[in-house]
């Protein structure tokens, strides 16, 4: 369990420094990726889908990605690795989603409508979590290492 507040830490271009969050589970997007994994992966546990071992595995790893990603973006404390672990965890989402419909279409699963909804939950949870921390994380002055910063130095000699 991470507690506290990520401090600053330098980077080579600039500090970054995580909203204040004191602990990763307070996050809703944390939460839905935590339920969808759970929901998911016990439908991998009933039959038929049991007997389907390389969906079922799919399904599973796909389910429990989410969460890691989440927490292993947290855990190295920019927020550049943030986002972009966030974004993995969002395409594993998106993975589950799909693996979760061929499996209903081949009838393997039944009651998938709690899944769905949190899976879907979730989904939207992380693409606003991204957008957040997307435009809290830009810098109105370019990059001095970046070419946009060569050519603005340009232009104001």
Same mark, same amino acid.
């Given at each position: 369990?991470?507690?506290?507040?990520?401090?600053?830490?330098?980077?080579?271009? !600039?500090?970054?420094?995580?909203?204040?969050?004191? =602990?990763?589970?307070?996050?809703?997007?944390? &939460?839905?990726?935590?339920?969808?994994?759970?929901?998911?992966? !016990?439908?991998?546990?009933?039959?038929?889908?049991?007997?389907?071992?390389?969906?079922? /595995? =799919?399904?599973?790893?796909?389910?429990?990605?989410?969460?890691? #990603?989440?927490?292993?973006?947290?855990?190295?404390?920019?927020?550049?690795?943030?986002? !972009?672990?966030?974004?993995?965890?969002?395409?594993?989402?998106?993975?589950?989603?799909?693996?979760?419909?061929?499996?209903? /279409?081949?009838?393997?699963?039944? #009651?998938?409508?709690?899944?769905?909804?949190?899976? /879907?939950?979730?989904?939207?949870?992380?693409?606003?979590?991204?957008? &957040?921390?997307?435009?809290?994380?830009?810098?109105?002055? @370019? #990059? @001095?290492?970046? @070419?946009?910063? =060569?050519?603005? !130095?340009?232009?104001?000699?």
């Amino acid at each position: 369990m991470l507690l506290g507040v990520i401090p600053v830490i330098a980077t080579p271009t !600039r500090q970054c420094k995580l909203p204040t969050m004191k =602990q990763l589970e307070s996050l809703e997007a944390w &939460k839905g990726a935590q339920r969808s994994a759970r929901l998911a992966y !016990r439908l991998t546990m009933r039959p038929p889908l049991e007997r389907h071992f390389g969906l079922s /595995d =799919q399904i599973r790893r796909a389910a429990v990605s989410i969460p890691a #990603n989440i927490v292993e973006g947290y855990a190295l404390g920019t927020t550049p690795q943030f986002l !972009r672990h966030l974004k993995i965890a969002l395409g594993s989402a998106a993975e589950l989603q799909c693996h979760l419909r061929i499996a209903s /279409d081949l009838s393997l699963v039944e #009651n998938t409508k709690e899944t769905a909804v949190t899976l /879907d939950r979730t989904i939207r949870l992380l693409v606003g979590l991204i957008r &957040k921390l997307t435009r809290s994380s830009q810098s109105p002055f @370019p #990059n @001095p290492q970046s @070419p946009h910063g =060569q050519a603005a !130095r340009s232009f104001t000699r």
